[in-house]
């Protein structure tokens, strides 16, 4: 390939510019030898003409192929030169916005100075585990790569981060050593992590400051060691330090700031802590307002002290020791204002004594005040002979004092470092480490001193380091592959170390200066002159005998001498630091001692060298002037030490650079850039890899990417290689430019674009024909369409004529007759108007003279009426004046005679006689009353005597019954001396029943009605809510279509967010279960490790140990106490009110709980209400079905009598267990066995008690069957028909009436209440039978009675309720209807969200009410369940008995012997166990089980099983086995998933089993919401005494436990396999195409890191998990909701790395995702999962993929992927955009104007800032009820398991 062929037309160049250094240019005329330019057109399209020099023979540099643009490694350009590397990294970063790229082995860093959203912790994990260059450059593959070859190779790494100030290099070392905390966290949770990161603001503090190139430039170099144990986790770190900048503490340049500890201090002096130092404002000091401005735009000094604070205090730092550091700090600043006074006539110097400044500093640091005003002005000179004290200059005092500030605060400075290295320190032995170094890179001022040179001289070192591992590297490529090594020339820059640091150099020469009494800095610069003048590196300047120049392998650098000396001795008097060690401060004093020995030996990792690491800065010795070591050979000693150590490590280089010296995000100065580039290395890298072969091609991509330049006879053969070269042969002539290796082909630079080129001729001759050919066909057809339009248009052309044609004469022939019409009707209406006139002015004449007439007939008329009526008036008026005279004369003369007469009266008032008359009435009823009270005597009197002779009656007849009575006994010999008792008492009762019927019926009857009238008001007032509802929703509706797109959205969307704060609500509380579940993993691992500390022995932990300590916080509460609320509440308040707030678990326990009891108590009164009807129906039909009465009656008596002793015997029973336990805890109360036996024996006690109801209720039961079957045999047998007295018929009133169980029962009770408090009632066949039948009847009376009243008090209450809810309503609704008329005035945005406010505010107003309803119902449900355990019972064993007794006994059997007989049961679903085999059972089923032993039998057989034990000690009542029981399957459960954490198959077992327990817990807890589809045989078995909903609540969190296990199992499998299987993987062969490879991409696939997966692969492995759960019996809608979350974690893992990788955003890339996706989306719809939202899950990854294949140009295009993309973000798609890169050159990158009018549409959206999806998010798991068909009795146990111990029951 000749020059010829490459300077050809079109091909685009390189020529300098003196602005933009570098332009490229298209050549317009090809060139030949000879010429003398090149005709070129620059980028304006103006003409250039580029003069060429023939006899250097040097042609411009020809420009890259578009394809090679952007590349992520500058090494696979295939020109690799300065313009291509400056081009390559201006583009990406001002056009992509990339700040990193990869050169080589070196990572270029670009400050971008802005924020970028790709440091999240989201960005670590995508990069941890990555190859380095399957990813986009960035400072987390570097420390990826460091971090794996550090666990591979098990060598110690380094990461070298250089450049210049401002360019990024802390915050590129803090982000590395971020990814170390982060990957490599540290196990032991001793915060090392934090720590390590903790230390960066303390340094940051004491060692950056403010330049006039960054804000926060370090001044001073450091290397940070991050040590690891065998397992990689972070143990410990240490730091050494290079070169602080003490300079900076005295002085600053203009617009510079001096350290920021000083202006944080200043800032936050205000401080009551801080009152003592005597601070002021920054500007009052002169140490640190030198520069200028004393402030940071954009930095809160106050708020990083507090961050610097927090620093120390974290790293352990005390804080006496933390004010003591800013006490030292203060005391220098108040140093620099010392008011040094010269006095007159000589050059001595003073300092007065009564210097503020000069007390402030002596008082912070504790020293003599006088004696340090004395030694700042003098000097000691020690001689042989004697000491003098001399005075000192004005020039000597202030150069005096400045050092001892800078030594104070080096002193300090290194201090502090040793602190932060002791709290890094670790006592684990270190495996291998991971440096970090962080220094100052080549550094060229105007003004250069020795900070500079010492700075330029590291970084010589440092650089000549670099190229030897590049040239290394290069060399080991070469013998790997076979490849003939060639000597490159690469540049060496030991000369110029040896200028320095080598014997008689220029340290050297410097140290000798400063040991001569009187040397200058003028004298070290002339002895350079005389030495090293003839050095090819070293030179004088023209103009200047104080200063020199070297040539430093990036760039010139002169260097003024003035300052070298003193800056190099550092000198600080003895008599300074001796008052500074006499200290009161102990820490001020012990700065200032001699250190005693070197920091501890830092280990290193195996396989390598052994190097001692110290402390950079050694050990400070004190002389009698000055110290001995000087600054620079304390410098190069820790230089050398650097060196050793980085030369034992394997380096990684990140090289900084500064884009602009203003600041500017993303602004890009060339010039600038280059100065960098070839300062840091960057182009000596591209230099050295252009020299030998940089391009290297696999001979896979190879032949994919060049196949088409191939012949089909050489594509058949099967040997690749051979393919390859013979193709090369032929295309490249000259065998010099490339080289075969062992799997690599090597290229020379400039190949890889020949044969681009090669490869895009091809294409476009192949484009052409097919343009061609396509063109052709097009026209083709365009002229078939036309033809075919054209006769067609003619055809209908001619139609159009014919029938307008047609139309015209249909017209024509229509106007004539409507002419003919029209005219006519034209002279009908003329003559119509002409008559209509006449008859009109006819009718008007006629009416006129009719109306004349008629007026005046009326006028007459009304004369007449008004003459009647004046008439009438006037006589009327005479008559009314005479009537009124008449009556006032009759007025006058009756007055007259009344006054008469009222004399009279009054004259015989006065009179005797008058009180005579009134007297003769009061006699009258004297008398009267008189024979009142005589009758009412007589009556007395008589009723006195009926009732003597009732009483007599009375009596004789009660000696008759009794006479009966025992004639009755006595011919019944015994058997039913009873019967006649109790039929009496029958009869009594029944008459006081019927009469407490009569009343409850009268009372009921007015409740009804009270209640049917609340009612009809309730329904009205509903009707009246339904119609004020109605005219809301008319009124929202109306509102809704005022803007009706608008609100439907923001209800769309309200909905929606509500949906996500429920789901994240969700998701906090399962996230707090799975940190509760790793501090209880914790807590296990430290109780091992306890266990172990202890007893080195095998120990066995109980069995019995509960669980549930450590699930709650509160003391686990009895199952027999949960049912009670009360009992619940009065517990919260017995642990305490604190302990109970925070107990979340006691809380929803409760909340869930009045759910519960809401369910129960609707559920029990319907079944009492159904037991009431069967008991009826079963009484009638025993009335039918009585027959064998006397053998009936017998044997219901002796068991009555048998149980009745029984009853005895368990009271006696109690009574000596009560007072045994009285006496053993009287006497033992203080010890705790006898706690425990006391606790044991109330236990016992309580089962006792429990006991002695139940027989309570059986004797009840007894005895009203004997008295219903005493009744039916009196009715049968008609015994008292020959009683006279009793009618036959009435002998047994209401003896038909149904008597009510429960009345009877509580007549009963009240009897045996009375029987108790009376004394010696004896027995009901005994003498007083008929009190104790008075006594139980008026306690039944009583009874009732106070029945009625509680309920017509409730019925009061609920009436009141009711008008108080009836009142609220209409309050209500005068509110609604005040809030929607205000509403009406609003906007609509402000009247939907008013019209929210209120619905939330309505919503939890009735949640409130409704949670008071529950607390109120509580109360009686535990009285419910009671009654209707009672009513069970009652039922049960009457129906027990009726089958009992045998149908045919005789009366001769009377005599029998009693037996209670038991009927075989068949098994009902229970089994037993004994308390010593419950380890056995654990053990056999679930700690050694395994899920294969169960394979074939019933799924989750383990749970059924464990169910059915827990029924048993439900039906045992054992309230301790049922908490043993649970307790250790919850444990044995938690001890299996701990064993096998990284099972799938087990996990998922267990989760099926913990699943189906907890729906069993649920289906058969007896609630009726869990009952809705269970058979009756399922309600049978029923827990009966437990209420285990805390156990479920347990449960629960154990099922969301082993669901994010098994999530993170089945993640940890599939992710390794993502990537490659959907992202990478061919699925269509042929479509993508292979890009040039770089120095990361070839080195990282090599072929043993090669580790692919096809979709196939995933499929597979996701069938295996679907038979898994399938097989196990796991709930459809859990393994929904289990490929719900690894859909995502597919869909995030991959989106992440599209979102890292440029290489697979191609159009091709794009269409094979969206293909594999289509299979991912076809194996969801064959295994039926589409219901499950997992496809929902790919929707960002199908988008993402949609927008790889969307056109890219228009403004169009921009609407449509912006409509499209909605499912991401705006930075996503952004960042897809920069990412995209075509495969071929045919194809178009995206413009930056598209992307800028993308960014412009996109920005009404509200993204989040984050770049990556957190693809370790859990979505919150919900375990829905789901009942088994499968009863307990038809579950077999198989022999397998080992289970013979367990008994059906």
Same mark, same amino acid.
């Given at each position: 390939?000749?020059?010829?062929?490459?300077?050809?037309?079109?091909?685009?160049?390189?020529?300098?510019?003196?602005?933009?250094?570098?332009?490229?240019?298209?050549?317009?005329?090809?060139?030949?030898?000879?010429?003398?330019?090149?005709?070129?057109?620059?980028?304006?399209?103006?003409?250039?003409?580029?003069?060429?020099?023939?006899?250097?023979?040097?042609?411009?540099?020809?420009?890259?192929?578009?394809?090679?643009?952007?590349?992520?490694?500058?090494?696979?350009?295939?020109?690799?030169?300065?313009?291509?590397?400056?081009?390559?990294?201006?583009?990406?970063?001002?056009?992509?916005?990339?700040?990193?790229?990869?050169?080589?082995?070196?990572?270029?860093?670009?400050?971008?100075?802005?924020?970028?959203?790709?440091?999240?912790?989201?960005?670590?994990?995508?990069?941890?585990?990555?190859?380095?260059?399957?990813?986009?450059?960035?400072?987390?593959?570097?420390?990826?790569?460091?971090?794996?070859?550090?666990?591979?190779?098990?060598?110690?790494?380094?990461?070298?981060?250089?450049?210049?100030?401002?360019?990024?290099?802390?915050?590129?070392?803090?982000?590395?050593?971020?990814?170390?905390?982060?990957?490599?966290?540290?196990?032991?949770?001793?915060?090392?992590?934090?720590?390590?990161?903790?230390?960066?603001?303390?340094?940051?503090?004491?060692?950056?400051?403010?330049?006039?190139?960054?804000?926060?430039?370090?001044?001073?170099?450091?290397?940070?060691?991050?040590?690891?144990?065998?397992?990689?986790?972070?143990?410990?770190?240490?730091?050494?330090?290079?070169?602080?900048?003490?300079?900076?503490?005295?002085?600053?340049?203009?617009?510079?700031?001096?350290?920021?500890?000083?202006?944080?201090?200043?800032?936050?002096?205000?401080?009551?802590?801080?009152?003592?130092?005597?601070?002021?404002?920054?500007?009052?000091?002169?140490?640190?307002?030198?520069?200028?401005?004393?402030?940071?735009?954009?930095?809160?000094?106050?708020?990083?002290?507090?961050?610097?604070?927090?620093?120390?205090?974290?790293?352990?730092?005390?804080?006496?020791?933390?004010?003591?550091?800013?006490?030292?700090?203060?005391?220098?600043?108040?140093?620099?204002?010392?008011?040094?006074?010269?006095?007159?006539?000589?050059?001595?110097?003073?300092?007065?004594?009564?210097?503020?400044?000069?007390?402030?500093?002596?008082?912070?640091?504790?020293?003599?005040?006088?004696?340090?005003?004395?030694?700042?002005?003098?000097?000691?000179?020690?001689?042989?002979?004697?000491?003098?004290?001399?005075?000192?200059?004005?020039?000597?005092?202030?150069?005096?004092?400045?050092?001892?500030?800078?030594?104070?605060?080096?002193?300090?400075?290194?201090?502090?470092?040793?602190?932060?290295?002791?709290?890094?320190?670790?006592?684990?032995?270190?495996?291998?480490?991971?440096?970090?170094?962080?220094?100052?890179?080549?550094?060229?001022?105007?003004?250069?001193?020795?900070?500079?040179?010492?700075?330029?001289?590291?970084?010589?070192?440092?650089?000549?380091?670099?190229?030897?591992?590049?040239?290394?590297?290069?060399?080991?490529?070469?013998?790997?592959?076979?490849?003939?090594?060639?000597?490159?020339?690469?540049?060496?820059?030991?000369?110029?170390?040896?200028?320095?640091?080598?014997?008689?150099?220029?340290?050297?020469?410097?140290?000798?200066?400063?040991?001569?009494?009187?040397?200058?800095?003028?004298?070290?610069?002339?002895?350079?002159?005389?030495?090293?003048?003839?050095?090819?590196?070293?030179?004088?300047?023209?103009?200047?005998?104080?200063?020199?120049?070297?040539?430093?392998?990036?760039?010139?650098?002169?260097?003024?001498?003035?300052?070298?000396?003193?800056?190099?001795?550092?000198?600080?008097?003895?008599?300074?630091?001796?008052?500074?060690?006499?200290?009161?401060?102990?820490?001020?004093?012990?700065?200032?001692?001699?250190?005693?020995?070197?920091?501890?030996?830092?280990?290193?990792?195996?396989?390598?060298?052994?190097?001692?690491?110290?402390?950079?800065?050694?050990?400070?010795?004190?002389?009698?002037?000055?110290?001995?070591?000087?600054?620079?050979?304390?410098?190069?000693?820790?230089?050398?030490?650097?060196?050793?150590?980085?030369?034992?490590?394997?380096?990684?280089?990140?090289?900084?650079?500064?884009?602009?010296?203003?600041?500017?995000?993303?602004?890009?100065?060339?010039?600038?850039?280059?100065?960098?580039?070839?300062?840091?290395?960057?182009?000596?890298?591209?230099?050295?890899?252009?020299?030998?072969?940089?391009?290297?091609?696999?001979?896979?991509?190879?032949?994919?990417?060049?196949?088409?330049?191939?012949?089909?006879?050489?594509?058949?053969?099967?040997?690749?290689?051979?393919?390859?070269?013979?193709?090369?042969?032929?295309?490249?002539?000259?065998?010099?430019?490339?080289?075969?290796?062992?799997?690599?082909?090597?290229?020379?630079?400039?190949?890889?674009?020949?044969?681009?080129?090669?490869?895009?001729?091809?294409?476009?001759?192949?484009?052409?024909?097919?343009?061609?050919?396509?063109?052709?066909?097009?026209?083709?057809?365009?002229?078939?369409?036309?033809?075919?339009?054209?006769?067609? *248009? &003619?055809? /209908?052309? +001619? %139609?159009? #004529? !014919? =029938?307008?044609?047609?139309?015209?004469?249909?017209?024509?022939?229509?106007?004539?007759?409507?002419?003919?019409?029209?005219?006519?009707?034209?002279?009908?209406?003329?003559?119509?108007?002409?008559?209509?006139?006449?008859?009109?002015?006819?009718?008007?004449?006629?009416?006129?003279?009719?109306?004349?007439?008629?007026?005046?007939?009326?006028?007459?008329?009304?004369?007449?009426? *008004? &003459?009647? /009526?004046? +008439? %009438?008036? #006037? !006589? =009327?008026?005479?008559?009314?004046?005479?009537?009124?005279?008449?009556?006032?004369?009759?007025?006058?003369?009756?007055?007259?005679?009344?006054?008469?007469?009222?004399?009279?009266?009054?004259?015989?008032?006065?009179?005797?006689?008058?009180?005579?008359?009134?007297?003769?009435?009061?006699?009258?009823?004297?008398?009267?009353?008189?024979?009142?009270?005589?009758?009412?005597?007589?009556?007395?009197?008589?009723?006195?005597?009926? #009732?003597?002779?009732?009483?007599?009656?009375?009596?004789?007849?009660?000696?008759?019954?009794?006479?009966?009575?025992?004639?009755?006994?006595?011919?019944?010999?015994?058997?039913?001396?009873?019967?006649?008792?109790?039929?009496?008492?029958?009869?009594?009762?029944?008459?006081?029943?019927?009469?407490?019927?009569?009343?409850?019926?009268?009372?009921?009857?007015?409740?009804?009605?009270?209640?049917?009238?609340?009612?009809?008001?309730?329904?009205?007032?509903?009707?009246?809510?339904?119609?004020?509802?109605?005219?809301?929703?008319?009124?929202?509706?109306?509102?809704?279509?005022?803007?009706?797109?608008?609100?439907?959205?923001?209800?769309?969307?309200?909905?929606?967010?509500?949906?996500?704060?429920?789901?994240?609500?969700?998701?906090?509380?399962?996230?707090?279960?799975?940190?509760?579940?790793?501090?209880?993993?914790?807590?296990?691992?430290?109780?091992?490790?306890?266990?172990?500390?202890?007893?080195?022995?095998?120990?066995?932990?109980?069995?019995?140990?509960?669980?549930?300590?450590?699930?709650?916080?509160?003391?686990?509460?009895?199952?027999?106490?949960?049912?009670?609320?009360?009992?619940?509440?009065?517990?919260?308040?017995?642990?305490?009110?604190?302990?109970?707030?925070?107990?979340?678990?006691?809380?929803?326990?409760?909340?869930?709980?009045?759910?519960?009891?809401?369910?129960?108590?609707?559920?029990?009164?319907?079944?009492?209400?159904?037991?009431?009807?069967?008991?009826?129906?079963?009484?009638?039909?025993?009335?039918?079905?009585?027959?064998?009465?006397?053998?009936?009656?017998?044997?219901?008596?002796?068991?009555?009598?048998?149980?009745?002793?029984?009853?005895?015997?368990?009271?006696?029973?109690?009574?000596?267990?009560?007072?045994?336990?009285?006496?053993?805890?009287?006497?033992?109360?203080?010890?705790?066995?006898?706690?425990?036996?006391?606790?044991?024996?109330?236990?016992?006690?309580?089962?006792?008690?429990?006991?002695?109801?139940?027989?309570?209720?059986?004797?009840?039961?007894?005895?009203?069957?004997?008295?219903?079957?005493?009744?039916?045999?009196?009715?049968?047998?008609?015994?008292?028909?020959?009683?006279?007295?009793?009618?036959?018929?009435?002998?047994?009133?209401?003896?038909?009436?149904?008597?009510?169980?429960?009345?009877?029962?509580?007549?009963?009770?009240?009897?045996?209440?009375?029987?108790?408090?009376?004394?010696?009632?004896?027995?009901?066949?005994?003498?007083?039978?008929?009190?104790?039948?008075?006594?139980?009847?008026?306690?039944?009376?009583?009874?009732?009675?106070?029945?009625?009243?509680?309920?017509?008090?409730?019925?009061?209450?609920?009436?009141?309720?009711?008008?108080?809810?009836?009142?609220?309503?209409?309050?209500?609704?005068?509110?609604?209807?005040?809030?929607?008329?205000?509403?009406?005035?609003?906007?609509?945005?402000?009247?939907?969200?008013?019209?929210?406010?209120?619905?939330?505010?309505?919503?939890?107003?009735?949640?409130?009410?409704?949670?008071?309803?529950?607390?109120?119902?509580?109360?009686?449900?535990?009285?419910?369940?009671?009654?209707?355990?009672?009513?069970?019972?009652?039922?049960?064993?009457?129906?027990?008995?009726?089958?009992?007794?045998?149908?045919?006994?005789?009366?001769?059997?009377?005599?029998?012997?009693?037996?209670?007989?038991?009927?075989?049961?068949?098994?009902?679903?229970?089994?037993?166990?004994?308390?010593?085999?419950?380890?056995?059972?654990?053990?056999?089923?679930?700690?050694?089980?395994?899920?294969?032993?169960?394979?074939?039998?019933?799924?989750?057989?383990?749970?059924?099983?464990?169910?059915?034990?827990?029924?048993?000690?439900?039906?045992?009542?054992?309230?301790?086995?049922?908490?043993?029981?649970?307790?250790?399957?919850?444990?044995?459960?938690?001890?299996?998933?701990?064993?096998?954490?990284?099972?799938?198959?087990?996990?998922?077992?267990?989760?099926?089993?913990?699943?189906?327990?907890?729906?069993?817990?649920?289906?058969?807890?007896?609630?009726?919401?869990?009952?809705?589809?269970?058979?009756?045989?399922?309600?049978?078995?029923?827990?009966?005494?437990?209420?285990?909903?805390?156990?479920?609540?347990?449960?629960?969190?154990?099922?969301?436990?082993?669901?994010?296990?098994?999530?993170?199992?089945?993640?940890?499998?599939?992710?390794?396999?993502?990537?490659?299987?959907?992202?990478?993987?061919?699925?269509?062969?042929?479509?993508?195409?292979?890009?040039?490879?770089?120095?990361?991409?070839?080195?990282?696939?090599?072929?043993?890191?090669?580790?692919?997966?096809?979709?196939?692969?995933?499929?597979?492995?996701?069938?295996?998990?679907?038979?898994?759960?399938?097989?196990?019996?796991?709930?459809?809608?859990?393994?929904?909701?289990?490929?719900?979350?690894?859909?995502?974690?597919?869909?995030?893992?991959?989106?992440?790395?599209?979102?890292?990788?440029?290489?697979?955003?191609?159009?091709?890339?794009?269409?094979?995702?969206?293909?594999?996706?289509?299979?991912?989306?076809?194996?969801?719809?064959?295994?039926?999962?589409?219901?499950?939202?997992?496809?929902?899950?790919?929707?960002?990854?199908?988008?993402?993929?949609?927008?790889?294949?969307?056109?890219?140009?228009?403004?169009?295009?921009?609407?449509?992927?912006?409509?499209?993309?909605?499912?991401?973000?705006?930075?996503?798609?952004?960042?897809?955009?920069?990412?995209?890169?075509?495969?071929?050159?045919?194809?178009?990158?995206?413009?930056?104007?598209?992307?800028?009018?993308?960014?412009?549409?996109?920005?009404?959206?509200?993204?989040?800032?984050?770049?990556?999806?957190?693809?370790?998010?859990?979505?919150?798991?919900?375990?829905?009820?789901?009942?088994?068909?499968?009863?307990?009795?038809?579950?077999?146990?198989?022999?397998?398991?080992?289970?013979?111990?367990?008994?059906?029951?």
């Amino acid at each position: 390939m000749s020059t010829v062929q490459l300077y050809t037309k079109y091909t685009r160049v390189w020529i300098p510019d003196p602005d933009e250094v570098w332009r490229s240019a298209e050549i317009v005329k090809d060139y030949k030898e000879g010429d003398k330019s090149l005709q070129l057109k620059l980028e304006d399209e103006t003409l250039y003409e580029y003069r060429l020099d023939l006899q250097g023979n040097e042609l411009p540099l020809l420009c890259n192929p578009d394809i090679l643009v952007r590349e992520n490694d500058l090494t696979a350009l295939s020109y690799l030169h300065e313009p291509a590397v400056l081009h390559n990294l201006k583009v990406r970063f001002l056009e992509s916005n990339f700040v990193y790229t990869y050169c080589g082995i070196v990572l270029v860093a670009i400050n971008p100075y802005e924020e970028l959203p790709i440091y999240e912790e989201d960005a670590i994990y995508a990069y941890s585990g990555q190859n380095m260059g399957d990813m986009d450059p960035h400072i987390f593959a570097v420390a990826e790569e460091a971090y794996k070859q550090m666990a591979r190779d098990e060598k110690n790494q380094s990461i070298i981060v250089s450049g210049e100030s401002g360019a990024g290099k802390t915050v590129s070392a803090k982000y590395a050593m971020r990814f170390f905390t982060t990957v490599g966290g540290s196990a032991s949770k001793t915060n090392i992590e934090a720590k390590v990161l903790a230390s960066n603001p303390i340094m940051e503090a004491i060692g950056n400051a403010r330049t006039t190139r960054n804000d926060n430039s370090s001044r001073f170099g450091k290397y940070i060691e991050i040590g690891f144990d065998k397992r990689y986790h972070i143990i410990g770190a240490n730091m050494r330090t290079y070169l602080l900048e003490k300079s900076r503490v005295v002085f600053q340049a203009e617009h510079e700031r001096n350290y920021h500890i000083f202006y944080q201090l200043c800032a936050s002096s205000s401080l009551p802590e801080f009152k003592d130092l005597g601070l002021t404002c920054a500007e009052d000091f002169f140490y640190i307002s030198q520069g200028g401005d004393t402030s940071i735009s954009g930095v809160d000094d106050a708020d990083d002290f507090e961050k610097t604070r927090h620093a120390f205090t974290l790293l352990g730092v005390k804080e006496s020791h933390q004010m003591t550091i800013f006490r030292i700090i203060a005391a220098i600043l108040h140093l620099g204002n010392l008011e040094i006074q010269v006095e007159r006539g000589s050059e001595a110097c003073s300092l007065s004594s009564e210097d503020e400044h000069l007390k402030n500093f002596c008082g912070l640091l504790g020293v003599e005040l006088s004696q340090m005003q004395h030694w700042l002005c003098n000097r000691k000179l020690v001689t042989t002979a004697e000491t003098y004290v001399k005075n000192m200059s004005l020039h000597q005092v202030v150069n005096a004092r400045n050092a001892l500030a800078k030594h104070i605060y080096a002193q300090l400075f290194n201090w502090i470092v040793q602190h932060i290295n002791k709290a890094l320190h670790t006592t684990v032995k270190q495996h291998s480490f991971i440096g970090v170094l962080d220094i100052y890179g080549f550094e060229t001022f105007e003004v250069n001193s020795f900070e500079q040179f010492c700075i330029n001289y590291a970084n010589e070192k440092l650089q000549q380091q670099f190229n030897l591992h590049v040239f290394k590297l290069e060399q080991e490529e070469y013998m790997k592959e076979g490849i003939p090594w060639t000597l490159i020339d690469f540049y060496d820059n030991q000369p110029c170390i040896d200028l320095i640091e080598a014997k008689l150099g220029i340290l050297d020469l410097l140290d000798e200066e400063c040991k001569v009494p009187r040397g200058t800095d003028q004298n070290w610069a002339q002895k350079l002159y005389d030495r090293h003048g003839s050095s090819q590196h070293f030179q004088k300047p023209r103009m200047s005998n104080t200063s020199f120049i070297i040539l430093h392998f990036a760039d010139k650098v002169e260097y003024q001498s003035e300052g070298f000396l003193e800056k190099n001795r550092d000198t600080v008097y003895e008599e300074q630091i001796s008052i500074l060690k006499a200290s009161k401060y102990p820490m001020v004093a012990d700065l200032f001692h001699e250190e005693k020995g070197a920091v501890p030996v830092t280990p290193v990792g195996k396989g390598t060298s052994k190097i001692s690491v110290r402390s950079a800065r050694p050990a400070i010795k004190a002389a009698n002037k000055e110290h001995k070591k000087t600054v620079g050979h304390q410098f190069r000693n820790s230089l050398h030490l650097l060196m050793e150590t980085l030369n034992a490590t394997t380096p990684h280089y990140v090289r900084c650079i500064k884009p602009n010296d203003e600041k500017l995000p993303f602004k890009f100065d060339p010039k600038r850039a280059v100065q960098q580039l070839r300062a840091c290395g960057v182009l000596e890298t591209v230099r050295i890899s252009a020299a030998g072969f940089p391009s290297r091609w696999s001979y896979h991509d190879f032949l994919k990417r060049y196949r088409v330049l191939m012949k089909k006879t050489d594509l058949a053969k099967n040997d690749k290689k051979q393919i390859c070269k013979t193709l090369l042969e032929d295309l490249i002539k000259d065998p010099d430019k490339f080289q075969f290796g062992h799997t690599k082909i090597f290229f020379r630079a400039g190949q890889v674009a020949y044969l681009e080129k090669l490869r895009a001729d091809k294409f476009r001759a192949a484009i052409i024909m097919i343009e061609k050919t396509v063109r052709g066909w097009l026209q083709r057809v365009k002229y078939q369409r036309l033809r075919q339009a054209t006769v067609v *248009l &003619q055809r /209908y052309t +001619r %139609g159009h #004529l !014919a =029938r307008r044609l047609a139309e015209h004469l249909r017209r024509t022939r229509a106007a004539i007759i409507l002419q003919k019409q029209f005219r006519m009707l034209r002279i009908r209406r003329a003559f119509q108007r002409v008559r209509n006139s006449t008859i009109t002015i006819q009718a008007f004449a006629r009416g006129m003279f009719a109306r004349r007439t008629y007026h005046q007939i009326l006028a007459e008329h009304k004369a007449t009426i *008004l &003459q009647k /009526y004046a +008439r %009438g008036w #006037l !006589a =009327r008026t005479r008559f009314h004046r005479v009537q009124a005279a008449t009556i006032v004369l009759q007025c006058y003369y009756r007055r007259m005679k009344a006054r008469q007469q009222l004399k009279a009266l009054r004259i015989e008032a006065r009179s005797a006689q008058h009180l005579k008359k009134l007297n003769v009435g009061m006699e009258n009823k004297v008398v009267q009353l008189q024979r009142k009270i005589d009758e009412q005597n007589k009556e007395y009197r008589l009723l006195n005597e009926q #009732l003597s002779t009732l009483t007599s009656a009375h009596s004789s007849e009660v000696e008759k019954l009794k006479k009966e009575l025992l004639q009755y006994q006595q011919s019944q010999r015994g058997d039913g001396n009873q019967l006649l008792s109790l039929q009496e008492e029958m009869e009594h009762l029944r008459l006081e029943l019927e009469r407490a019927h009569g009343e409850r019926k009268v009372v009921e009857d007015s409740y009804m009605q009270e209640k049917d009238l609340l009612r009809k008001r309730i329904s009205d007032l509903e009707e009246e809510n339904a119609l004020l509802k109605q005219e809301k929703e008319e009124l929202n509706s109306r509102i809704l279509c005022q803007s009706e797109d608008e609100f439907a959205r923001n209800a769309v969307e309200e909905n929606i967010q509500m949906k996500k704060e429920l789901e994240e609500e969700r998701s906090r509380y399962q996230n707090l279960v799975k940190e509760y579940s790793s501090l209880e993993q914790r807590y296990d691992n430290l109780r091992d490790e306890m266990t172990i500390i202890k007893a080195p022995g095998h120990r066995r932990n109980p069995s019995n140990q509960s669980s549930l300590e450590s699930d709650s916080n509160n003391p686990s509460i009895s199952s027999s106490d949960i049912g009670d609320t009360e009992d619940v509440i009065q517990q919260v308040e017995e642990i305490g009110m604190e302990k109970a707030a925070m107990d979340m678990t006691l809380f929803l326990k409760l909340q869930k709980r009045v759910r519960e009891l809401e369910l129960a108590r609707k559920k029990l009164q319907t079944q009492l209400e159904k037991k009431e009807q069967e008991s009826k129906k079963s009484q009638v039909i025993e009335t039918n079905t009585m027959t064998s009465e006397q053998e009936d009656f017998a044997y219901n008596s002796l068991k009555r009598q048998e149980l009745e002793s029984e009853n005895k015997k368990l009271k006696n029973e109690l009574n000596e267990l009560r007072k045994a336990i009285a006496d053993r805890a009287t006497q033992n109360n203080s010890s705790n066995d006898v706690q425990d036996s006391y606790n044991l024996l109330l236990n016992h006690l309580k089962a006792a008690n429990e006991e002695l109801e139940v027989r309570k209720e059986e004797v009840l039961i007894l005895r009203s069957q004997i008295m219903k079957a005493a009744q039916q045999k009196e009715m049968g047998k008609n015994m008292l028909k020959e009683r006279e007295s009793i009618p036959s018929n009435a002998s047994w009133p209401n003896s038909d009436r149904h008597v009510d169980q429960e009345d009877a029962i509580e007549a009963y009770q009240g009897m045996c209440e009375t029987n108790r408090k009376t004394e010696d009632w004896g027995y009901l066949n005994e003498d007083g039978e008929l009190g104790l039948a008075y006594q139980g009847l008026k306690q039944v009376a009583r009874l009732l009675e106070a029945q009625l009243q509680d309920q017509r008090r409730k019925y009061e209450e609920e009436m009141e309720g009711l008008r108080n809810q009836l009142d609220a309503m209409q309050e209500e609704l005068q509110k609604q209807q005040q809030a929607s008329l205000q509403t009406l005035q609003l906007s609509p945005e402000v009247q939907v969200e008013l019209g929210l406010q209120q619905e939330i505010t309505r919503l939890t107003n009735e949640n409130l009410d409704l949670k008071e309803l529950v607390e109120k119902l509580e109360k009686n449900e535990k009285k419910l369940k009671k009654q209707l355990k009672i009513y069970m019972k009652k039922v049960q064993d009457f129906e027990a008995s009726q089958t009992t007794l045998p149908a045919d006994r005789r009366p001769h059997d009377s005599n029998m012997q009693v037996a209670v007989q038991r009927k075989e049961k068949d098994f009902q679903g229970m089994l037993e166990y004994y308390k010593e085999d419950e380890p056995l059972l654990i053990r056999n089923l679930i700690t050694d089980l395994k899920p294969q032993a169960v394979s074939a039998t019933v799924p989750c057989l383990p749970a059924y099983i464990l169910f059915m034990c827990l029924r048993h000690a439900d039906y045992i009542n054992d309230d301790q086995k049922v908490h043993s029981l649970l307790t250790s399957t919850i444990n044995g459960i938690k001890k299996v998933l701990k064993k096998h954490h990284d099972d799938f198959e087990m996990t998922s077992f267990w989760l099926a089993n913990v699943c189906r327990l907890l729906h069993c817990l649920k289906q058969y807890s007896g609630d009726e919401g869990f009952m809705t589809q269970n058979t009756p045989k399922q309600n049978e078995h029923c827990l009966k005494n437990f209420d285990l909903t805390e156990y479920r609540q347990v449960l629960s969190h154990l099922s969301i436990q082993i669901y994010q296990q098994l999530i993170n199992i089945a993640q940890g499998i599939l992710q390794p396999m993502t990537v490659s299987a959907v992202l990478e993987n061919e699925s269509i062969q042929g479509l993508s195409g292979v890009q040039p490879m770089g120095y990361r991409k070839y080195i990282s696939n090599s072929p043993e890191a090669d580790t692919s997966y096809s979709l196939d692969n995933m499929i597979r492995q996701l069938n295996t998990f679907h038979s898994i759960m399938c097989d196990q019996g796991l709930d459809p809608e859990i393994v929904q909701q289990v490929f719900k979350q690894i859909f995502y974690m597919i869909n995030a893992v991959t989106l992440n790395n599209l979102l890292l990788r440029k290489d697979v955003c191609s159009w091709s890339t794009g269409m094979q995702l969206r293909f594999n996706i289509s299979q991912l989306e076809e194996w969801l719809h064959g295994k039926n999962l589409q219901q499950s939202g997992a496809a929902q899950t790919l929707v960002p990854l199908i988008q993402a993929a949609q927008l790889l294949q969307l056109k890219k140009k228009t403004s169009e295009d921009a609407e449509a992927i912006c409509s499209l993309c909605t499912s991401l973000t705006t930075q996503q798609i952004v960042k897809i955009l920069n990412l995209y890169t075509p495969v071929n050159e045919f194809e178009e990158r995206v413009t930056v104007a598209f992307i800028r009018n993308i960014q412009m549409h996109l920005q009404e959206r509200n993204d989040p800032p984050q770049l990556l999806l957190d693809f370790k998010h859990v979505f919150p798991v919900s375990f829905p009820f789901n009942p088994s068909s499968i009863t307990m009795d038809s579950i077999h146990l198989p022999a397998s398991l080992n289970l013979d111990f367990l008994n059906k029951v």
